[in-house]
């Protein structure tokens, strides 16, 4: 059974920090790309941040230089680090595994509220 559940994601103040987990089960992990993306209320969702299985990364422009996403294969979680966060970064995130093959899921996803 796949499940990917993230983590780590509340309530914090503009200029803040927090670190999102997301752990996988059931899919071969260390062969995957994992990315993670974001949909706030009335906005499309966006690819936030990904890395490859070779641990090659990217960013949306938005983020960078203020989030960093990395992996542990020994724990099947990717993370992201989240730094200087601003109101503009509200939204749910959303974690997703992708294959080679295309095959891919969904994690349900975690609430990030910025306050200002």
């Known amino acids: 059974q796949v499940q990917l559940v993230e983590s780590g994601g509340g309530l914090v103040q503009p200029g803040g920090s927090l670190r999102l987990s997301c752990a996988a089960s059931g899919i071969i992990f260390n062969i995957a790309d994992m990315g993670w993306y974001r949909q706030a209320p009335g906005k499309q969702r966006e690819l936030v941040a990904r890395?490859?299985?070779?641990?090659?990364?990217n960013y949306a422009d938005s983020v960078k230089g203020r989030f960093t996403i990395s992996r542990d294969n020994g724990k099947n979680t990717v993370y992201l680090q989240m730094d200087k966060l601003t109101p503009e970064d509200t939204a749910v995130y959303s974690c997703?595994?992708?294959?080679?093959?295309?095959?891919?899921?969904w994690g349900q996803g975690t609430q990030v509220t910025v306050s200002s």
């Open positions: 997703k595994v992708e294959y080679y093959n295309r095959h891919y899921y």
């Open positions: 890395i490859t299985a070779g641990g090659s990364t």
